[in-house]
């Protein structure tokens, strides 16, 4: 069964978040944010993939990124919605936390099968979030 969720309190209720933007070409690039206990404020970090997600299989092709991509940054920030304003504002300025559509999930495995379910459309910003 597909739950899609509406943030109304805290992002930080999620273990980790998945974003995925899709241009008007159709290139969709990502992002992850997680919680890692860092210094200075920073507790969570943000992996945001330059490189575009090859096509195909969403985890195998975020694996592929991890492997291959030398264009990644790696952000330490306050808490998610800090993660979630910055993929924002590298991938489509003109949306705020509003225009996405979170879906909570378990694990990755189920982020690969809500990405293949909800055919992310042009311009569409999605979040999966993974619980606790």
């Known amino acids: 069964m597909t739950q899609t969720v509406k943030i109304v309190t805290d992002?930080?209720?999620f273990e980790r978040i998945v974003l995925a933007h899709k241009d008007a070409q159709g290139i969709v690039h990502i992002a992850h944010?997680?919680?890692y206990n860092g210094r200075d404020g920073s507790e969570y970090l943000l992996f945001l993939y330059k490189d575009a997600l090859p096509k195909g299989n969403f985890v195998e092709g975020w694996n592929y990124l991890d492997e291959n991509s030398v264009n990644t940054t790696i952000v330490g920030v306050h808490d998610h919605s800090v993660a979630v304003e910055d993929f924002l504002a590298c991938w489509d300025p003109s949306k705020t936390m509003n225009d996405i559509q979170?879906?909570?999930v378990r694990d990755f495995s189920e982020v690969d099968?809500?990405?293949d379910k909800i055919k992310i459309e042009p311009n569409q910003?999605?979040?999966f979030g993974i619980i606790k």
Do not use: C, G, I, K
């Open 11 to 13: 992002l930080n209720n």
């Open 33 to 35: 944010s997680f919680f």
């Open 102 to 104: 979170f879906y909570q």
């Open 113 to 115: 099968d809500m990405y």
């Open 125 to 127: 910003v999605v979040a």
